[in-house]
Structures are given as structure tokens and as C-alpha cells.
């Protein structure tokens, strides 16, 4: 007997989503975010489609139906009926990544189908003009405008141009940071890694990002990371090979709790595998650079690192015993001085990030109640 691989959510989340378990999630981190996105992003397209809220739903967190071998995904035409109904909304926030995902789902059930990418559903009552097989919505693929994102292996994202500028400044000044550094190989991946997840390649009209072994390669040579996650994380980026550290989304977004989703062969990989565009440097034999002490993702909040040497207790020197009294006392009040200015800096960077990303950087955002964890 197969042992249970799904998990209900709130009364709440399944009201808004409109069916009630995604698979076990192996990370609290995973689900939480996963669930604040919902939250976000379907405020921004209300009223536009009656089915906009199951296809974000679906994205972030999955039907789960037990006895189905992966995710239990909508056809195709109720994805393309969202991009017609809410495509300005879509195109304003920037979420043409999601609907590149469109060209992922088939267009009728297979109900002899092996794979999960040859099953989907209609909800009930779903009516479009919108006839099988009918091609009109591909995404479209826009040209890479963003000078310190060129270069680095991709020329096409699934963002607009206009979009493109409206991130240029954010990413320029999170990117130029890391400029001098000397490992040539963080920072060419540090730059790929960041540039997909804001300007997502398109590649065959589909999303294109940061290949997963490659997301996993930058955390274990210890990259100075610009995100908030670590490299448990990984596993929501698509798999493949690539000269270029890019693979093209092949898998639905967080297929991969589902076990069986790693063992039943898919799709073909489709990768962009020519280098003419790279013009970067050689990596470099330097060692990695090790995560920066000032770095807000790589260390915990200030202060905290710096409680150590306290004063002998065992000299049994009451002078000593003072002065380290004093020496503590001093300690205490610099670690809450920099906690409080930690959670200050934090709040302000949560309060400028948006959430409309394949991954989220912020930990802020709605409380959810009965996360699926696996546990």
C-alpha cells in the first residue's frame, strides 16, 4: 500500500484555490513562501478571470490527489483563457513567467497516459472560445536589454522590454556590488543566477532559469549570495545540462515533491547549449570567497558573532570578575543595538521586494494555517 504523499491546507487557502492538498513539502520554508506568494499575486489580478486564482494556486502549490503520480495540473486552455482575460494585468506586474508555463500542460486528458504532464482537468463549468490545440498564445520572447545581464549566455526573457527597466536599477546596483570580485566563477554564476531569476530566459517559448546543479555548485563553493534562501532552495529551479548554467522549465514548479515525478521519465531536456554569446572570463583557479561577515544572507544579526573572549572566571580576581561584568554588560547592550538595526534593515528590504518571482526572497507575509510539511 502506498503511504499518503498529500497534505491539506486551510479552509482559508483551499476557498481561494479551489481544491484542498498540494503534496508534502520537505521544507517549512518551501510551503510558507509558496503560500505568501498566492497571497500576493492573486490580489493582483482580481476580477480579471474566474480561474486566475487556481492557475496561481496551481504554480505554487499543486492539486494533490492520492493514487495520481505527480501533480494533478489544469489543460492547457484554461491557462491560455487567463492570459486572455487577464494579459494586461499579467504583463504590468510581470508575471509572464507564469504564463509560459502554459506551454507545459497538455491540452486534453490522457487518461492513459504514464506522465503527469499528459494528464490535466477542467473545473467544472469552464467555458472559453478557445479551441484545442489552438497556438495563438505562445509566450513571446523579448530581447535582453539589461547591459550587466548581457553576455552571460541568454539573449531572449519572457519580460517586456518596459518591464525589463522598471528591475534595471534594482538589479544593476545588487549586481555592481560583486563586480571587483576576484573568483571569476562566483561571479559569473552569481550573475546568471540573479539575472534569470528577475529577466527569465525564454527559451523554445518556454521560461528559461538558473540550471538546479548549478544553483547547488554556487552554495557549495561558498558564493556570496544575494537572496535571503539558501541552497535548499535548489530544488525549485529546473533541471538539465547547459554550457551556459540555463535550462529551460521542462517540469511544473515544485513537481519535484512528488517522489515519483524524479523517477518516470519527462520531456526531453531542451537546453541552449551555444556559447557565442559569452563573453565573460575564464574562471579563474582562485579559491571561492568565503560569505562576507557584513553579509546579511550569510550570517545572523549583528552582534550575535561577536560574544565571545569573555573575561576568566576562574582567576578569581575580583577586578576581573568586575570588569567582565561590565565587559558582558557592554556585550548585551551592542547585541540589541544591532538586533533592533538588523530587524530595521530587514523590514525595509522586505517592505521592496516583490513577490512576483519564481523564487521569493522575503520571509514577511501571510499566516497560513496547517502547512503541508512533511514530517
Given at each position: 500500500?502506498?503511504?499518503?504523499?498529500?497534505?491539506?491546507?486551510?479552509?482559508?487557502?483551499?476557498?481561494?484555490?479551489?481544491?484542498?492538498?498540494?503534496?508534502?513539502?520537505?521544507?517549512?520554508?518551501?510551503?510558507?513562501?509558496?503560500?505568501?506568494a498566492i497571497d500576493?499575486?492573486?490580489?493582483?489580478?482580481?476580477?480579471?478571470?474566474?480561474?486566475?486564482?487556481?492557475?496561481?494556486?496551481?504554480?505554487?502549490?499543486?492539486?494533490?490527489?492520492?493514487?495520481?503520480?505527480?501533480?494533478?495540473?489544469?489543460?492547457?486552455?484554461?491557462?491560455?483563457?487567463?492570459?486572455?482575460?487577464?494579459?494586461?494585468?499579467?504583463?504590468?506586474?510581470?508575471?509572464?513567467?507564469?504564463?509560459?508555463?502554459?506551454?507545459?500542460?497538455?491540452?486534453?486528458?490522457?487518461?492513459?497516459?504514464?506522465?503527469?504532464?499528459?494528464?490535466?482537468?477542467?473545473?467544472?463549468?469552464?467555458?472559453?472560445?478557445?479551441?484545442?490545440?489552438?497556438?495563438?498564445?505562445?509566450?513571446?520572447?523579448?530581447?535582453?536589454?539589461?547591459?550587466i545581464c548581457q553576455?552571460?549566455?541568454?539573449?531572449?526573457?519572457?519580460?517586456?522590454?518596459?518591464?525589463?527597466?522598471?528591475?534595471?536599477?534594482?538589479?544593476?546596483?545588487?549586481?555592481?556590488?560583486?563586480?571587483?570580485?576576484?573568483?571569476?566563477?562566483?561571479?559569473?554564476?552569481?550573475?546568471?543566477?540573479?539575472?534569470?531569476?528577475?529577466?527569465?530566459?525564454?527559451?523554445?517559448?518556454?521560461?528559461?532559469?538558473?540550471?538546479?546543479?548549478?544553483?547547488?555548485?554556487?552554495?557549495?563553493?561558498?558564493?556570496?549570495?544575494?537572496?535571503?534562501?539558501?541552497?535548499?532552495?535548489?530544488?525549485?529551479?529546473?533541471?538539465?545540462?547547459?554550457?551556459?548554467?540555463?535550462?529551460?522549465?521542462?517540469?511544473?514548479?515544485?513537481?519535484?515533491?512528488?517522489?515519483?515525478?524524479?523517477?518516470?521519465?519527462?520531456?526531453?531536456?531542451?537546453?541552449?547549449?551555444?556559447?557565442?554569446?559569452?563573453?565573460?572570463?575564464?574562471?579563474?583557479?582562485?579559491?571561492?570567497?568565503?560569505?562576507?561577515?557584513?553579509?546579511?544572507?550569510?550570517?545572523?544579526?549583528?552582534?550575535?558573532?561577536?560574544r565571545r573572549n569573555?573575561?576568566?572566571?576562574?582567576?578569581?580576581?575580583?577586578?576581573?570578575?568586575?570588569?567582565?561584568?561590565?565587559?558582558?554588560?557592554?556585550?548585551?547592550?551592542?547585541?540589541?543595538?544591532?538586533?533592533?538595526?538588523?530587524?530595521?534593515?530587514?523590514?525595509?528590504?522586505?517592505?521592496?521586494?516583490?513577490?512576483?518571482?519564481?523564487?521569493?526572497?522575503?520571509?514577511?507575509?501571510?499566516?497560513?494555517?496547517?502547512?503541508?510539511?512533511?514530517?
Amino acid at each position: 500500500m502506498k503511504a499518503k504523499q498529500c497534505s491539506p491546507f486551510s479552509a482559508e487557502l483551499a476557498k481561494l484555490c479551489g481544491y484542498n492538498a498540494t503534496a508534502k513539502f520537505k521544507n517549512n520554508e518551501h510551503y510558507s513562501m509558496a503560500s505568501r506568494a498566492i497571497d500576493a499575486i492573486t490580489k493582483l489580478l482580481v476580477g480579471c478571470s474566474p480561474y486566475a486564482n487556481e492557475l496561481i494556486c496551481s504554480v505554487y502549490l499543486p492539486r494533490c490527489e492520492e493514487g495520481f503520480d505527480g501533480p494533478s495540473l489544469l489543460c492547457r486552455r484554461v491557462c491560455d483563457e487567463v492570459f486572455n482575460k487577464c494579459g494586461d494585468l499579467i504583463d504590468r506586474h510581470g508575471l509572464e513567467w507564469i504564463i509560459g508555463m502554459c506551454q507545459l500542460l497538455s491540452w486534453q486528458d490522457n487518461p492513459e497516459g504514464k506522465h503527469y504532464l499528459e494528464r490535466c482537468y477542467e473545473p467544472n463549468g469552464f467555458n472559453t472560445s478557445i479551441r484545442v490545440g489552438d497556438e495563438s498564445n505562445k509566450l513571446q520572447c523579448h530581447p535582453l536589454d539589461i547591459p550587466i545581464c548581457q553576455q552571460l549566455g541568454y539573449n531572449k526573457t519572457v519580460l517586456s522590454v518596459t518591464k525589463q527597466q522598471a528591475y534595471k536599477n534594482y538589479v544593476t546596483n545588487k549586481l555592481r556590488k560583486f563586480e571587483a570580485e576576484n573568483n571569476t566563477d562566483c561571479r559569473i554564476m552569481r550573475k546568471r543566477f540573479f539575472c534569470t531569476e528577475n529577466f527569465p530566459g525564454c527559451v523554445n517559448n518556454r521560461p528559461a532559469f538558473f540550471c538546479r546543479d548549478k544553483c547547488h555548485e554556487f552554495f557549495k563553493k561558498n558564493c556570496t549570495s544575494i537572496f535571503f534562501y539558501d541552497s535548499s532552495m535548489c530544488m525549485e529551479f529546473p533541471q538539465g545540462n547547459s554550457d551556459v548554467d540555463i535550462c529551460e522549465q521542462v517540469n511544473w514548479p515544485r513537481a519535484a515533491n512528488w517522489p515519483i515525478v524524479n523517477k518516470v521519465p519527462g520531456p526531453e531536456f531542451n537546453t541552449p547549449s551555444s556559447k557565442t554569446d559569452i563573453t565573460t572570463a575564464s574562471p579563474s583557479s582562485n579559491s571561492p570567497a568565503s560569505p562576507s561577515s557584513n553579509t546579511p544572507d550569510s550570517q545572523g544579526p549583528p552582534g550575535v558573532y561577536g560574544r565571545r573572549n569573555d573575561a576568566d572566571s576562574s582567576s578569581g580576581n575580583v577586578t576581573a570578575g568586575v570588569v567582565g561584568g561590565v565587559i558582558a554588560g557592554l556585550c548585551l547592550v551592542i547585541f540589541a543595538i544591532g538586533l533592533a538595526y538588523y530587524l530595521h534593515k530587514r523590514k525595509k528590504r522586505r517592505e521592496g521586494f516583490p513577490y512576483d518571482k519564481q523564487i521569493l526572497y522575503s520571509d514577511d507575509g501571510v499566516d497560513i494555517d496547517d502547512p503541508a510539511i512533511e514530517t
